[in-house]
């Protein structure tokens, strides 16, 4: 959009002020994916899968103040939670391929994936999307919260949701790891999103375990991402109906 | 001497916007309410007061103040409209509410557009001026900015003192686009240590957020000289007119207070209320230097008062038929 266009949108509002709203919303509907049939052949796809070690000590997880919000402060005490740890394995790290599809094509799918505000804090943290899949963005609190997309390559958004149970769908167009999420309204909600062209990917979870199923056999570099540690990358080579066992190690 | 009261209340409700919205930037908080002008779909004045939570609070309290603000300079400009014999004072009520609309146009269109840092900082550095522009509006309509301050004698001419200060003052606006630059490029702890930079006299690396909170640091410097050399030159020279003495030390008292904040801000990896206290002490070092500079340049005044100057109900009649 232009910026004189921008400038008209602009004024137009300022002309719009609407009266004892706050409880609509409207959804931008998810354009219909285009049919592509799945590359992958059932008979010789393998997998992946594997663990993300933590070596030393992490930070103590801080309690949250969350006194800004008295309905959050309700929901109990809360902590901080950059690093999940569960015997050695840290958990909310969104493992993926980033290279070695070639041009393959995947069908995107039509389930949506479900961010949910729930306790002032969002579910999941960290996931994983594809691009043009649909993404609903739920509020289950009976509070506001704003939902604030930061990406670098895709359509910035900031949306308030003032009542428990709006939905927002939002759809990605492109490609992009990571998309930060924010609430402005609560600065402690942070949340994460792996958006792809393909559905190779996976968050660690209990142990730092993940799993990536129906991989077609090839060489890929496979990266894990923290929010905090940063990334990392390995090289893996996929034979028919193979599936390899990696591991990453992030040092603090 | 009502409509001058009025000016003054005008002006101080404009400092207090300006701390709001240094609160507003200092949480983080301008976009915890997406929508503009209306607040999560309410009208602004309709929001429930329970929904004032997290982030919300500062920034929906912040327009509501600007609403209040944006509403007495409307009143004042009309007040002056009516009640005002000089048309440059007219004007400048004219200039304040198109400053102070544009004000509020450039709050909604950076909340619409996710606070873009040219916007952002337009909105800080308009903000100023609106202040300067209500400021100025209370000096001129002031008992004693009409008698020309002449219970002492005639103001002196002093040319070397009215270059210096309205240099101060121009450096001293500088110096917070500087910093509302800083601020809203993230870039207020890019150099964490004071008074040293990373240890260093000059730091040792640099990266454009550095860079900018350096010479934000330089600014301080370079606007410190100024004062000091303007409040010396007052003190030495013009002891006797406290019309300069008194904005000349209110003016290093307010600088030293500010170098203070600044540095506690740093310290104290910018805690809102300093921050914030230090957007509106700034704000205030600007607003007495200019009354100073103006003060300096009364005489000069009096041309654009032309006749009006020489008579003796000067400022009391209504501005009709005066034009």
């Known amino acids: 959009m232009n910026t004189y266009l921008r400038c008209c949108l602009a004024f137009l509002l300022l002309g719009s002020v609407a009266c004892g709203g706050g409880n609509s919303e409207s959804a931008s509907a998810p354009a219909p994916a285009a049919a592509v049939a799945d ?3 059932p008979e010789t796809a393998g997998g992946l899968k594997g663990s993300i070690k933590l070596e030393g000590t992490p930070p103590a997880a801080q309690t949250i103040n969350r006194r800004s919000d008295p309905y959050c402060e309700q929901q109990g005490e809360a902590k901080t939670q950059n690093f999940v740890v569960d015997s050695g394995g840290l958990e909310n790290v969104f493992v993926y391929v980033k290279d070695g599809l070639g041009d ?3 069908p995107v799918p039509t389930t949506a994936v479900v961010l949910d505000q729930h306790g ?10 594809q691009a043009g899949q649909p993404l609903e963005i739920l509020n289950s609190d009976e509070t506001l919260h704003n939902i604030h997309a930061l990406p670098m390559n895709n359509r910035e958004f900031n949306r308030g949701q003032a009542l428990k149970g709006l939905k927002h769908t939002h759809v990605f167009t492109t490609a992009e790891v990571m998309v930060p999420f924010k609430c402005d309204v609560h600065n402690w909600m942070n949340a994460w999103v792996g958006v792809l062209n393909h559905p190779f990917y996976a968050v660690s979870g209990s142990g730092g ?5 129906k991989l077609p056999p090839g060489t890929y570099t496979i990266e894990a991402w923290h929010e905090k ?4 990358t390995q090289m893996v080579t996929i034979g028919p109906k193979e599936t390899k066992e990696i591991s990453f190690t992030f040092k603090l | 001497m009502r409509l001058h009261l009025y000016a003054v209340l005008v002006a101080l409700s404009t400092a207090v916007l300006i701390f709001a919205g240094g609160l507003v930037t200092s949480t983080g908080s301008g976009l915890s309410v997406p929508d503009w002008p209306t607040t999560y779909g309410w009208f602004m004045f309709t929001f429930p007061l329970e929904n004032m939570v997290g982030g919300i609070r500062f920034e929906h309290t912040h327009r509501l103040i600007a609403s209040t ?5 409307v009143v004042l ?12 004072v007219r004007r400048l009520g004219y200039v304040a509410l198109g400053a102070v609309i544009t004000q509020g146009i450039l709050g909604g269109i950076t909340v619409l557009w996710f606070l873009p840092d040219p916007i952002s900082i337009a909105h800080a550095s308009l903000a100023q001026l609106v202040f300067c522009l209500t400021i100025a509006i209370a000096l001129t309509t002031s008992a004693g900015w009409k008698r020309g301050y002449s219970a002492r004698g005639p103001m002196p001419d002093d040319r070397i003192l009215q270059q210096i200060a309205s240099a101060t003052t121009v450096l001293v606006y500088l110096q917070i686009l500087v910093g509302a630059t800083m601020r809203h490029t993230d870039a207020g702890l890019a150099i964490p240590d004071f008074p040293w930079a990373f240890g260093h006299l000059v730091p040792p690396t640099w990266d454009p957020k550095i860079a900018i909170h350096f010479a934000h640091r330089v600014g301080a410097l370079i606007v410190t000289l100024f004062t000091l050399a303007t409040t010396f030159h007052v003190f030495y020279h013009h002891r006797s007119r406290p019309e300069l003495w008194r904005p000349s030390a209110l003016l290093l008292t307010l600088l030293t207070l500010q170098i203070t904040l600044g540095a506690l801000t740093v310290l104290s990896q910018k805690h809102y209320i300093i921050n914030s206290l230090h957007v509106v002490t700034g704000a205030s070092v600007l607003a007495t230097s200019l009354v100073l500079t103006l ?7 009096d041309k654009l008062d032309g006749s009006q100057a020489q008579d003796p109900a000067y400022g009391m009649r209504p501005a009709r038929g005066h034009a």
Request: proline residues 6%; hydrophobic residues 45%; glycine residues 6%.
């Open chain 2, 69 to 73: 603000v944006g509403f007495l300079i």
């Open chain 1, 104 to 106: 393959m094509k995947f």
């Open chain 1, 120 to 129: 002032c804090t969002y579910a999941p943290r960290v996931f994983g999307i």
């Open chain 1, 209 to 213: 375990s993940f799993d990536i199923e």
């Open chain 2, 295 to 301: 003060r300096t340049r009364r005489r000069s005044f």
């Open chain 2, 77 to 88: 400009a009309v007040w002056l409209r009516l009640a005002e014999p000089r048309r440059w």
């Open chain 1, 39 to 41: 590359p992958v052949n």
């Open chain 1, 229 to 232: 540690l940063g990334t990392q």
